[in-house]
């Protein structure tokens, strides 16, 4: 049976929960050297991308990617963050804005493996559907 990258995050999460930064290193090294023996470790930033994930699940963290046209003002931020929390029950919600000239208006967000596009093109191509449709 093959082992997910998820697997091997949630692995490290286990193996990290409640180490000293002594034991850390010991573990991550352990861990970096496992993962080389298995052929991944041009997988490693994806399987850290997973133990992120996985810890931010178990502090009540999520981490929200935002591609806009522009940047968010923080008024923008706060109805992003309350719309994930309700969507999540998640207790934190941290913001990675990034500008995205080629969306023209509006934003995507992307959380937990889940993208939810709000620009300008999607309505575009979204109304195209709907009028050749009639």
């Known amino acids: 049976m093959k082992t997910s990258l998820r697997q091997y995050a949630l692995a490290l999460y286990e193996l990290?929960?409640?180490k000293n930064r002594?034991?850390?290193?010991?573990?991550?090294?352990?861990?970096?050297?496992?993962?080389?023996?298995?052929?991944?470790?041009?997988?490693l930033d994806l399987i850290l991308d997973k133990f992120s994930e996985i810890w931010n699940e178990e502090k009540g963290e999520i981490e929200v990617q935002v591609n806009s046209a522009r940047t968010l003002d923080q008024k923008e931020k706060e109805?992003?963050?309350?719309?994930?929390k309700a969507k999540t029950k998640a207790e934190k919600i941290k913001i990675k804005n990034e500008v995205e000239k080629s969306l023209l208006g509006g934003f995507k967000i992307e959380y937990q493996g889940k993208v939810l596009n709000f620009s300008f093109q999607e309505k575009l191509k979204q109304l195209k559907i709907a009028l050749n449709k009639e």
């Not at 002594?22 to 997988?43: C, T, V, W, Y």
């Not at 109805?79 to 994930?84: P, T």
Request: zero cysteines.
């Open 79 to 84: 109805m992003i963050i309350e719309f994930v």
């Open 16 to 18: 990290t929960e409640g």
């Open 22 to 43: 002594e034991e850390l290193d010991k573990i991550l090294n352990n861990f970096i050297n496992e993962i080389i023996d298995a052929g991944l470790s041009s997988r």
